[in-house]
């Protein structure tokens, strides 16, 4: 947008009639579109040509990239389309989910156990590296004391 236009926001001029001036608003507003689209489509076409280098220069992380999104889009595809198992199919898979129920429910109570734990460690961690990080301002503190003490006794001799 022009920094230096006349246009100002207010009473129009006297001079100028109210079309005139809706006109130039317009002008004005359609020039910062336009900018604003300018530069939005250049840093798009940056953007595409630093992909395009990266790909180009790290094939593999590219490809396994794509492959594990399109391997996570085809599964949440796939779990939409699923059908009702048949009796059949059920039947087999009632005794698999007996067990599987069972191991999750003797699982459970050590995996909340080690969820607390867990929590308690990270919270113990993050106390004693706060600790550190108290006393080490604290002498860091203490040492410009000091030299702050010893520059002031030089400046009398």
């Known amino acids: 947008m022009n920094t230096n236009s006349t246009l100002e926001l207010g009473a129009p001029p006297a001079s100028n009639?109210?079309?005139?001036?809706?006109?130039?608003?317009?002008?004005?507003?359609?020039?910062?579109?336009?900018?604003?689209?300018?530069?939005v489509r250049a840093n798009a076409e940056q953007g595409l040509a630093r992909s395009e280098a990266y790909v180009r220069e790290n094939p593999v992380p590219s490809i396994l990239g794509a492959l594990a999104i399109g391997t996570l889009l085809g599964f949440a595809i796939g779990i939409s389309r699923r059908e009702e198992p048949s009796f059949r199919a059920r039947l087999a898979d009632d005794p698999l989910h007996v067990i599987r129920d069972a191991v999750l429910a003797a699982l459970t109570p050590a995996a909340e156990r080690l969820h607390d734990q867990y929590d308690s460690a990270r919270e113990s961690a993050a106390k004693a590296i706060d600790k550190a990080h108290r006393r080490a301002s604290r002498s860091t503190e203490s040492w410009l004391n000091h030299l702050g003490r010893a520059s002031s006794n030089l400046k009398f001799w």
């Open 17 to 39: 009639s109210l079309p005139q001036r809706a006109r130039e608003v317009a002008h004005h507003t359609r020039e910062a579109v336009q900018e604003t689209y300018q530069h």
